[in-house]
């Protein structure tokens, strides 16, 4: 599995275009094959950071993502907000197991 996390600084007079822009890309790519979760979020004690946290089943689904349309829309989106890339890491999950379950406290 693939984990993307990544952590950005927006502009305080463009986060409802940035967040407006996020729920759209976010609509679209959970569709997407091999797209597991897709998430953006805004800190809660720092309004102008945002976030986003994906993973994928595959590299190759990851990729397919990163070529289609709404990505590359999303991206020029973008390019018209003052936004700072701070951070975007890759991780390649081996093990993925789920804690609550194996606690027994899994809600249904």
Do not use: K, N
């Amino acid at each position: 599995m693939l984990i993307i996390h990544g952590r950005f600084e927006v502009h305080p007079d463009d986060m409802e275009a940035w967040v407006e822009s996020a729920q759209r890309m976010a609509t679209v790519s959970r569709t997407e094959p091999g797209c597991v979760a897709y998430d953006f979020s805004v800190d809660v004690l720092d309004p102008t950071h945002a976030y986003i946290l994906q993973m994928w089943s595959s590299t190759e689904e990851h990729d397919a993502h990163t070529a289609s349309a709404h990505h590359v829309t999303r991206t020029e989106e973008l390019g018209h907000l003052r936004v700072e890339t701070r951070e975007i890491r890759y991780y390649d999950a081996e093990i993925v197991r789920d804690l609550l379950e194996e606690r027994g406290t899994a809600s249904s």
